[in-house]
C-alpha cells in the first residue's frame, strides 16, 4: 500500500494563501491519476482537482478555478495544491488521493480553516 502524506494546512483569514502538500511513499508516475479532495463539515467529500500523471490538463472544481493550481516535483514524489484568494467556503480537511489500477490510496487529511 501506497502512503500519501498531507500537510501544510492551517488557519487563515480570507484571500489569503495556503499551500497544500503531499508526499508520496512512491513515484508519483506509479500513480495514474493524482488529485485533491475536500470534506466540509456536514458534506460529502468532493474533488477539487485531478490530473493524469503522464500529462494532460488539470481537472478543477468549478468552485475553485483561477484560485487553486496543482502542481508536482517528480524528482521527490510531491504533489501540491496552491490555494490563493481562500474563501470562508473553502473550509475543510483536504486529502490527497492517489489511484492505480488496483486501487485507490488516501492521506490523512489536513485541516484548512478560513475565516472571513
Known amino acids: 500500500q501506497a502512503q500519501l502524506v498531507e500537510s501544510g494546512g492551517g488557519l487563515v483569514q480570507a484571500g489569503g494563501s495556503l499551500r497544500l502538500s503531499c508526499a508520496a511513499s512512491r513515484s508519483i508516475f506509479s500513480f495514474n491519476t493524482m488529485g485533491w479532495y475536500r470534506q466540509a463539515p456536514g458534506k460529502q467529500r468532493e474533488s477539487v482537482v485531478s490530473i493524469a500523471t503522464r500529462g494532460g490538463t488539470p481537472d478543477y472544481a468549478d468552485s475553485v478555478k483561477g484560485r487553486f493550481t496543482i502542481s508536482r516535483d517528480n524528482a521527490n514524489n510531491m504533489v501540491y495544491l496552491q490555494m490563493n484568494n481562500l474563501k470562508p467556503e473553502d473550509t475543510a480537511v483536504y486529502y490527497c488521493?492517489?489511484?492505480?489500477?488496483?486501487?485507490?490510496?488516501w492521506g490523512q487529511g489536513t485541516q484548512v480553516t478560513v475565516s472571513s
Open positions: 488521493k492517489g489511484t492505480t489500477r488496483d486501487r485507490d490510496y
